[in-house]
């Protein structure tokens, strides 16, 4: 490790963020998840379910894809941390997950209109996605060794962050601008889908599985180069019995460290609020609004700029003031941004009419994309930074494990309380009501965060 310089492994580190993202940009929100909505809505009605009933039953399908994901990372994700951190070892694991990431995201070529199967999209969208989640878990780990300042750790997280949406967005400005295509058949800058992509056969969308596997596959390049592991001498490789026992120690000890389980709890909630921000995102403009995917993804590109900068400015805040405030004003920008959306329909805004043809509800829901993209990034980024303070120094890859486990845990309440909402109100709008108690609920446990952690150092 000696003869790589640290600038070097910051941005060895900086460009896993730049080759995931497109997984959360381009497959979960802005067009893999409006395309699952609208194929799986199309086949339902052909099948003579009514129109609302088959957008609500399609999202209802999206929701349990993501929550049996996220059972399976919620199980694996400590003891694997665990294990790792026992050995020293991770990059063995990044490279397995890799490839699971390139394996799922490459299948989402085979979802075609004419056969399409829910079972199998949500199978390869899941492998992908336990792929990028695993990944970022061990890599997660490796932010304390980047920098002997702890204060410096912020600035870092956040620029991470920053560079991953400035990818996310150069990523989809790709796709819609070459690939996707609207309703004249040409995409938005008036070009016939590359590769002469059949339009009818969902082609043009389709085609964003193998471009993210692609995209990773390239950039995770100067990751690999250089990141190293920092091995301890005489561990074992790998032994899942101890990595349990490891981590049963760890969580009989957690009450003795109230910050940590008290930020745990708290992460929890208003991150899994946070996600189903993100991961019904695209699905509601669909379904509410009637945006096309175009529209979705160019929504997507303003929220993921304004991701980008404000993960850069949030980084710099957290240097200077540390993660806490950071963290809880994002939260609280957040709840106001979910009630403006809660508030509009394709004829009112703040629950006012509006005169016939107002574009005010669309001008609206671009704010608030921007406002999602700004807060949500910084809010990412001062989480991770602030289990850095929370976790002990010599357990960080376990303790980014449980940061999974806590994230992943409660991950199908979100999903499981908008379908619920969703299907006693009738409405799609309504439906995602649930995150905004999801979000209050995390501040509340914030109460009991000591922001320099239990294991101030």
């Not at 301890?232 to 490789?237: R, T, V, Y």
Request: glycine residues 12%; hydrophobic residues 50%.
């Amino acid at each position: 490790m000696s003869s790589i310089t640290q600038r070097k492994r910051i941005w060895g580190w900086f460009f896993f963020d730049w080759a995931s993202q497109p997984y959360n940009t381009l497959i979960l929100t802005f067009i893999f998840g409006p395309y699952f909505a609208q194929t799986a809505s199309a086949t339902l009605m052909a099948g003579g379910m009514p129109e609302l009933a088959a957008k609500a039953q399609a999202q209802a399908y999206w929701g349990w894809g993501l929550a049996t994901t996220g059972i399976c990372i919620a199980i694996l994700a400590p003891i694997l941390g665990a294990v790792a951190d026992s050995s020293g070892r991770k990059m063995p694991w990044i490279r397995l997950f890799s490839a699971l990431y390139v394996i799922g995201s490459a299948g989402l070529w085979w979802t075609a209109p004419q056969d399409f199967s829910v079972l199998w999209s949500l199978f390869f969208f899941g492998i992908g996605l336990i792929g990028m989640e695993f990944a970022t878990i061990f890599t997660n780990s490796y932010l304390p060794e980047l920098h002997d300042d702890p204060a410096e750790l912020g600035r870092i997280s956040g620029s991470g962050f920053a560079f991953g949406y400035a990818g996310g967005v150069l990523s989809l400005a790709i796709m819609i601008a070459f690939f996707q295509a609207g309703d004249t058949g040409k995409t938005i800058v008036g070009l016939n889908p590359l590769f002469g992509l059949d339009i009818q056969t969902g082609a043009d969308s389709r085609i964003v599985g193998p471009l993210t596997a692609i995209w990773f596959a390239v950039f995770m390049v100067p990751f690999f180069l250089y990141t190293r592991d920092t091995l301890k001498p005489d561990a074992p490789q790998y032994k899942l019995g101890a990595g349990f026992k490891d981590l049963a120690q760890t969580l009989r000890g957690l009450p003795r460290h109230p910050s940590m389980l008290a930020y745990l709890g708290s992460s929890m909630f208003y991150r899994d609020a946070l996600n189903g921000m993100y991961t019904f995102g695209g699905i509601y403009a669909f379904g509410v609004l009637n945006w096309s995917i175009i529209d979705i993804g160019v929504f997507g590109i303003l929220a993921a700029i304004s991701g980008a900068v404000f993960c850069w400015v949030g980084g710099r805040v957290d240097r200077a003031i540390g993660p806490m405030p950071v963290i809880v004003s994002c939260c609280v920008i957040l709840i106001l941004t979910a009630c403006m959306i809660i508030s509009l329909t394709p004829t009112s805004a703040f629950w006012i009419p509006l005169a016939e043809g107002s574009n005010l509800p669309n001008i609206l829901f671009y704010v608030a994309g921007a406002l999602i993209g700004a807060a949500g990034g910084a809010l990412q980024a001062s989480s991770r930074n602030m289990l850095t303070r929370q976790a002990n120094p010599k357990r960080m890859t376990e303790a980014f494990g449980l940061y999974a486990l806590s994230g992943k845990a409660t991950s199908f309440i979100a999903p499981a309380l908008i379908a619920l909402t969703s299907e006693i109100t009738g409405s799609q709008r309504l439906g995602i009501t649930p995150v905004v108690g999801l979000f209050i609920i995390g501040l509340i446990l914030l109460a009991w965060v000591k922001p320099k952690g239990d294991f101030a150092r």
